[in-house]
């Protein structure tokens, strides 16, 4: 590890540009290989609701424990998932609104001969909204309880405690759903898994190396906007890099419950997985001035999704808009407080 360390630190100015590109090549190496996983034994919205999550997540996770090692201020943690979580579900899912269109149950052609075909595909998609209403219903849920835990202004480990359990019961329900579907699909997880899974090891390591030398880096500049000021800030940034190739990804492949369901599993990482360990870790975790608008940001967000994915099957292109303006007006009000 240090050895990494020295070699990136030789290139002086450019070694920050250095651990951003390492961050950014360990987050692709992630995604490309977990995605190849769904399609050796895990599949369907699993990619979104279990797989794609860990994948685009880890590096919030990797920044819990690189906050709490360096002695970083805890509040750092919460501010680092709520933009995260406010990012994902305005923006990153607001802007392929407006591009493509987020139609979960796209209108059938109506052809007789392929109506088969289509009956099929339209089962599948009415599948597809179930199963992200659940999980939109689960961020309801994870981000109403610790705003309940969090009002005295802060985390305690019991409150971690039960947030981490909240979310190894949802990721539990997960892994149940996926070894039902293989044994009605009389399939078996693949030997490649096996290769999968030391190349996720390998990813993971470059994600680890480059978010403590970047959070590092920062924590050592005191003046300007790019500084140890903004440390919650500028991670939950970088933190969505990933989750913003995914969403644009899946939404020029015309797969808008994918869309939905990686950034809303992201968010479950965060909230409240990154949240509760951080609290058990630490035992006091204080909340930053802008947690109550996070919070209602976030729930207002969820309810608009639920909405229009229960009525109308999608999200209109002009509430790509809204949810945009509504970014906005976090990242005014959040920076000003």
Same mark, same amino acid.
Request: charged share 10%; aromatic share 12%; proline share 3%.
């Given at each position: 590890?240090?050895?990494?360390?020295?070699?990136?630190?030789?290139?002086?100015?450019?070694?920050?540009?250095?651990?951003?590109?390492?961050?950014?090549?360990?987050?692709?190496?992630?995604?490309?290989?977990?995605?190849?996983?769904?399609?050796?034994?895990?599949?369907?919205?699993?990619?979104?609701?279990?797989?794609?999550?860990?994948?685009?997540?880890?590096?919030?996770?990797?920044?819990?424990?690189?906050?709490?090692?360096?002695?970083?201020?805890?509040?750092?943690?919460?501010?680092?998932?709520?933009?995260?979580?406010?990012?994902?579900?305005?923006?990153?899912?607001?802007?392929?609104?407006?591009?493509?269109?987020?139609?979960?149950?796209?209108?059938?052609?109506?052809?007789?001969?392929?109506?088969?075909? %289509?009956?099929?595909?339209?089962?599948?998609?009415?599948?597809?909204?179930?199963?992200?209403?659940?999980?939109?219903?689960?961020?309801?849920?994870?981000?109403?309880?610790?705003?309940?835990?969090?009002?005295?202004?802060?985390?305690?480990?019991?409150?971690?405690?039960?947030?981490?359990?909240?979310?190894?019961?949802?990721?539990?329900?997960?892994?149940?759903?996926? $070894?039902?579907? %293989?044994?009605?699909? %009389?399939?078996?997880?693949?030997?490649?898994?096996?290769?999968?899974?030391?190349?996720?090891?390998?990813?993971?390591?470059?994600?680890?190396?480059?978010?403590?030398?970047?959070?590092?880096?920062?924590?050592?500049?005191?003046?300007?906007?790019?500084?140890?000021?903004?440390?919650?800030?500028?991670?939950?940034?970088?933190?969505?890099?990933?989750?913003?190739?995914?969403?644009?990804?899946?939404?020029?492949?015309?797969?808008?419950?994918?869309?939905?369901?990686?950034?809303?599993?992201?968010?479950?990482?965060?909230?409240?997985?990154?949240?509760?360990?951080?609290?058990?870790?630490?035992?006091?975790?204080?909340?930053?001035?802008?947690?109550?608008?996070?919070?209602?940001? $976030?729930?207002?967000?969820?309810?608009?999704?639920?909405?229009?994915?229960?009525?109308?099957?999608?999200?209109?292109?002009?509430?790509?808009?809204?949810?945009?303006?509504?970014?906005?007006?976090? $990242?005014?009000?959040? $920076?000003?407080?």
């Amino acid at each position: 590890m240090q050895s990494v360390k020295a070699f990136i630190n030789s290139f002086g100015a450019f070694s920050p540009w250095l651990l951003l590109g390492l961050f950014i090549v360990s987050t692709l190496l992630l995604i490309w290989r977990l995605e190849h996983m769904t399609e050796t034994g895990v599949e369907g919205t699993v990619l979104g609701t279990l797989v794609m999550p860990y994948c685009s997540g880890i590096g919030n996770l990797i920044f819990v424990f690189v906050v709490f090692s360096n002695g970083q201020p805890a509040a750092e943690v919460m501010t680092n998932c709520l933009v995260n979580n406010v990012t994902n579900m305005t923006l990153l899912i607001g802007l392929p609104a407006m591009i493509w269109g987020m139609n979960v149950i796209p209108k059938s052609n109506g052809k007789t001969k392929k109506k088969k075909k %289509n009956d099929k595909r339209e089962q599948e998609h009415r599948l597809n909204r179930l199963s992200l209403l659940l999980t939109l219903t689960a961020v309801l849920f994870f981000t109403g309880a610790v705003w309940a835990l969090g009002r005295d202004g802060q985390l305690n480990r019991g409150d971690g405690l039960v947030l981490v359990g909240l979310f190894i019961f949802w990721q539990c329900f997960h892994v149940f759903e996926v $070894l039902k579907s %293989n044994v009605r699909q %009389n399939k078996s997880l693949n030997w490649m898994l096996a290769a999968d899974f030391g190349l996720l090891l390998i990813g993971a390591y470059g994600t680890y190396v480059s978010i403590d030398g970047l959070v590092t880096w920062i924590s050592n500049i005191h003046t300007g906007f790019i500084s140890a000021k903004y440390l919650g800030w500028l991670s939950g940034w970088l933190m969505v890099v990933p989750n913003g190739l995914l969403a644009l990804y899946y939404g020029w492949k015309g797969h808008p419950e994918v869309v939905y369901t990686s950034q809303v599993g992201d968010g479950h990482i965060c909230i409240p997985l990154c949240v509760g360990l951080y609290a058990v870790i630490k035992d006091t975790m204080p909340v930053p001035l802008f947690f109550e608008l996070g919070i209602l940001i $976030l729930m207002a967000a969820t309810l608009v999704h639920l909405l229009f994915v229960t009525v109308f099957g999608q999200l209109p292109r002009f509430m790509g808009w809204v949810l945009t303006a509504a970014y906005g007006f976090f $990242l005014y009000k959040g $920076l000003a407080s």
